[in-house]
């Protein structure tokens, strides 16, 4: 149950400090913010940083459907030349698919990571589709083109939450996954939401969703029971459910389109682009994030402040954007020890923490502190209903 | 089977064959415990359906002619082997016959042992699950999913070396191999032990080992318990199908609760009803197993 960092824009010390104070115990970094003149440079300072550190690179293959497209914002990828624009009936055929995977292996493969990702194409509806029988090709063959490296793979399944609200489907793709002749050592999953083509804010709202969660859960469950590792990007709070159903990591950022995965996000914002995002608090008890004001909150309710060593910057003044990324990942590691190898206890113990958090917004409303309550039970209805859409995908 | 042949239509299309005792038929198959070149073998004997019966003859020749090509293959002792008696054809009383012979194998059928209501030691149960798993592992081996995996087809011998051994590979499924069963034709097998996923309408295209784990683990289910975990005595077999497609088994440790969890949630697992969620392959099965003991 690893906390990973989510690398994006401006990271500055965020991940080697993550690393040198054991808040983190790997980095996923991102290929569209890693200048590909610097990638040993940036590849070093973390293991300088911990040289126990997991270190993993994602290409962002799947990005490719946005190559050429006059709204794209691709970032250093555009540099990168497995980055192509491919047709759907193009790869469908098995040797498109094992070139596009040689390119990006080709990328990477003198780089010292601790593990590679292979690449793969977005699933953007159902796992009844043209895409998911692609997707399936990509993982069937990643072993066989990465495998010469001696390292462990792991497989990109990117899927958006449509994919996951159809069951029958999705157990199809699972059973279909988890039968495979040559199968990687593990999976890098993505689950996103938003639109494909545009900005949204939406992207967290459909993200927390009852049957997302229950599904995303259950596919690190099924993964994890075939002896696969899972490493879910993108994770953030829900890092302990994750870990909770079988998975081996979970990474997250500093920036909300490091939290919640969207291929929107490389899709560039309508306008001149607007405020920095307020620095916020993520809060164990509430599950959930706090403005700093709100802090004063825990005269009231004190188990909102997590007591755990990142707090005493937030106590004394608004803290930097590194701070608050420390804060998240020690959070969630500090969560992280509500999960057993008991699946019924861990799952258990998120139920309780779950009810601790109503009780807690409860007591702030009486105490007159109204606002975002019923978004923020609406939120801990879907985690509570997520656990159960998961028991009742596991056959628990 | 009917038109079953008398010892004496057999004696005479048999060279060799001595005594001979009918033991059990089937739906086309009879079996026998025959004396065959001095040696005490289970003589089975296939009725062909007559050739204007479009592809049925073909199809039982062609699974016969499989089931023997498996069994010539496999090379672990928890699967029944081939005997003396090639197959051969011969007609008696107007009805045309296919015969081989495997190894008698003295026993009872594990069927026989769960309606007995004993209830058999932990050390039991772990070695039918093992023996079970390790035939399941020859025949994935050779490519092929029994599809028939039930305590009827398994024979507890009383054998140290093989203690339980599996029969029966009559409609053994060959992965990418030719089709065996007429198009449009239902699932073969026997309802009460099949997988979830063979009752749908495209259940060639979910297939695999999986399958048999689950009948395994159905099977293992009942011999431990002593019941089947989702039949229940009396009710029309469409409400069990529904049960298999539909309900969550009980847990093995509530009716066996002597018997360790661990071993208890392994054989929860092989009964499944996606098999994503069910042990990968029959290894992994024996794999954690000896972990676990």
Redesign the interface.
Known sequence: MKVFAQHGHQPSDKITRGLEEGAIDGVIFSSRYLNPDKVQEKLDDAYLANPAAEILIDSEFYASRLKGTPNSQLGYLERQSYLKTYRRRDLVRTEVVERALREVYQSVRYLPVTAHIAPNIYVSQSFDSMEAGIALNFIERAKSVFGDSKKPVYATLAVDRRALLSPSDFLSFLNDVTALGTAPEGFYLLVGGGSITERSDLVQSEIMDANVLGGWMMINFSLAQNGFKVINGFADVLTPFLSAAGATACATGWWSNLRTFSMGRYVKPEGAGGQLPIVRYLSKLLLNRLRIDELSYAAVVPGIINGLSSDDEYLNGIPGRTTEALQTWEALSSLNSNVSDQLEVSLANLLDLIAQAYTAYSTLTTYGITAGYETATEYLDQLSGGIEVFRRLAEI | MDQIPSPDDLRSAIPDLGEIEFIASGGFKAVFRAELSGRREALKVVLLPPGEEEGAREQILARVQREIEVLGMCQTPYLVKLGSLQAMTFTASGHEYLAYSEEFLPGDPVIDLIKKGLQPSFETVVSLSRCLMEALTEIMRLGHIHRDVKPHNVIATEVAERPFVVLDLGIAFKLQGTELTAPGAGPPGTALYMAP?LFRPNYKD?L?I?SDIYSAGISVFEFAAGVHPLARRGEDIHTTIYRILKQ?PPKLETLRPDLPDWFCRMID?CI??????RF?DPQ?FLSELENGI
Request: glycine fraction near 0%.
């Open positions: 996923e979910v695999d999986r969550t697992r499944k009803k996606t098999p994503a969620l990968r992994a």
